[in-house]
């Protein structure tokens, strides 16, 4: 499966990419394991790596954090395909959802139902001028050519009233307008503007997809997210794995 080592760490143990793995969803998805070794914010990364179907990859970092990069999945992908993905001799093998299951905090909610391949369905709500209604939600279909061009490029966003309070919690200590879109109280701070109209939901779907992948095996379903975040997609994941008749593993090997 993909697997983190903490090259920073004398004794570093494996972190696995698994859901059961995710120990903290505030701001991001934050994986330890059993000796206590951290890494975090892994969703963007996780979200390249679903794009482009690997199954096994074992990434070193030398800290305890994904670098953020552009504040989006893009960079991650470009290296990835640069450096060449080799094919390996096994049958690729996936989750097919069998019938609906839902998991619901307050008024958000997170979901699959089947569906024959992988769609995302999103909405956001923020009531706020940055925040355009007719660009608060999406429907996604999966492909790689289409997280490439429509998804992976989108960036994370931030409230700058939020970041004083932030950082003084040790947390987006890197943010800036280089690697997120900035929010004030009246819109979008970034001088370049906003890389798409809907450049927010759009970045809630590379989310979801990085999230998603913590379940092991790329998906067969359709998942909606209604102001869904990194703790709901998580708990989507557990109540999948405790309800084993919701779902089968599948490959493509034959006809069937």
């Known amino acids: 499966g993909i697997v983190f080592l903490r090259s920073d760490l004398a004794d570093a143990q494996a972190i696995n990419a698994n859901f059961r793995a995710v120990n903290d969803t505030m701001m991001s998805s934050n994986l330890t394991n059993r000796a206590g070794q951290r890494i975090g914010t892994v969703e963007h990364l996780m979200s390249a790596i679903a794009a482009l179907g690997l199954d096994n990859l074992s990434i070193e970092v030398s800290a305890p954090e994904i670098p953020i990069m552009d504040g989006s999945a893009l960079p991650f992908i470009t290296t ?90 040790n947390l987006a200590l890197g943010a800036s307008l280089d690697n997120a879109i900035g929010v004030d109280e009246t819109g979008v701070v970034n001088e370049e503007g906003l890389r798409f109209a809907d450049e927010f939901v759009r970045h809630k779907i590379l989310d979801a997809v990085g999230d998603l992948y913590l379940l092991g095996h790329q998906i067969i379903a359709k998942f909606d997210g209604y102001k869904s975040g990194h703790a709901l997609n998580n708990q989507l994941l557990r109540n999948v794995q405790n309800d084993p008749d919701c779902y089968e593993i599948v490959t493509f090997n034959n006809d069937n």
């Open 80 to 169: 990835l395909q640069s450096a060449g993905i080799a094919l390996q001799a096994a049958p690729k093998q996936y989750i097919k959802v069998q019938r609906p299951i839902e998991v619901q905090s307050g008024d958000k909610i997170a979901g699959f139902r089947p569906f024959d391949g992988f769609s995302l369905d999103f909405h956001i709500e923020f009531d706020h001028p940055a925040f355009d209604k007719a660009h608060e939600k999406i429907q996604f279909d999966f492909t790689e050519t289409n997280f490439i061009s429509q998804i992976a490029s989108a960036r994370t966003f931030g409230f700058l009233k939020d970041i004083e309070y932030l950082k003084a919690n």
